[in-house]
């Protein structure tokens, strides 16, 4: 049995307008994330991981931002096409360590809450799942307040 290691980043700016959703859960705030889908940076740096350590590209190859039908789609469902094509290629999730840099909104108290989520997509137990948020000291587009980012690692076993 082999192992394969993965890593995704995903940023986007602030806009008003729409909601801000983080690793499948609808956070509390004034503004969401400007994107062709919902503008989940976790999911997306997460789809990114793995596909990563599957050596098939990454999520704008399967997911175009120029296809209509993923205009505002639900990132849940991108990770659950992203996880099927690995379940199809006997892969499965090992463990994921994601980290999400926002000056605002406070995220510690979702993050049970996008630990659960995650899990239940990726079909393994939430300990698996480690979801951290940080702040980069008011420095850089995150820091000013401007967007959020996000950074993925994971480790898919072979089956």
């Known amino acids: 049995m082999g192992m394969r290691i993965g890593q995704g980043v995903d940023a986007h700016c602030f806009v ?4 801000l959703v983080l690793g499948g ?3 509390e705030h004034a503004q969401g994330l400007a994107a062709h889908s919902d503008g989940d940076v976790v999911i997306h740096a997460l789809c990114d991981a793995l596909l990563g350590a599957a050596a098939l590209g990454d999520i ?3 997911f175009p931002d120029d296809e209509d ?3 505002g789609i639900d990132s849940r469902l991108l990770l659950r096409r992203v996880m099927a094509v690995l379940r199809e290629r006997g892969l499965g999730v090992g463990n994921v360590d994601l ?9 510690a108290p979702y993050i049970a809450a996008m630990t659960q989520a995650l899990a239940g997509e990726l079909h393994c137990p939430a300990e698996r799942v480690s979801v951290k948020a940080t702040t980069t000291e008011r420095m850089g587009f995150t820091g000013r307040g401007e967007g959020i980012a996000a950074m993925a690692v994971v480790l898919l076993d072979e089956t």
């Open 25 to 27: 859960v609808r956070i």
């Open 16 to 19: 008003s307008g729409r909601p």
């Open 60 to 62: 704008g190859r399967h």
């Open 99 to 107: 980290t999400v840099i926002a000056q605002r909104p406070r995220l």
């Open 69 to 71: 039908q993923y205009a």
